[in-house]
């Protein structure tokens, strides 16, 4: 069994910053790319925030380039968002997804519970 916790949303004022955390525990004998993903108020869609490859190639969504970082530490299966200059429209819950490769040699996709993120004044 395979969880991913995420952590580190709040209530942040326009121009400020946040940390996410993914953490990923359980079965695990290697994680593949690792993800970030925006659920904005009103909308039923997730839309890729920024995603993180095993060697740390990166690719981020042009609304967040120059603003987000995206990183990770393999060795605590975990992932971070790091958030600057953050505005109201960053405002959602933010979810970690991944695929995960048990010891048994399946793969299967995985999401977090999700953390709110709220940039208002």
């Known amino acids: 069994q395979v969880q991913l916790v995420e952590s580190g949303g709040g209530l942040v004022q326009p121009g400020g910053s946040l940390r996410l955390s993914c953490v990923a525990s359980?079965?695990?004998?290697?994680?593949?790319?690792m993800g970030w993903y925006q659920q904005a108020p009103r909308k039923e869609e997730r839309e890729l925030v920024a995603?993180?490859?095993?060697?740390?190639?990166?690719n981020y969504a042009d609304s967040v380039k120059g603003r987000f970082t995206i990183s990770r530490d393999n060795a605590k299966n975990t992932v971070y968002l790091q958030m600057n200059s953050l505005k109201p429209e960053d405002t959602g819950v933010y979810y970690c997804?991944?695929?995960?490769?048990?010891?048994?040699?399946?793969?299967?996709?995985?999401w977090g519970q999700g953390t709110q993120v709220t940039v208002s004044s």
């Open positions: 995603t993180i490859t095993t060697i740390g190639s990166t």
């Open positions: 997804n991944t695929i995960i490769r048990s010891a048994r040699g399946y793969e299967n996709p995985y």
């Open positions: 359980g079965s695990i004998f290697s994680i593949n790319t």
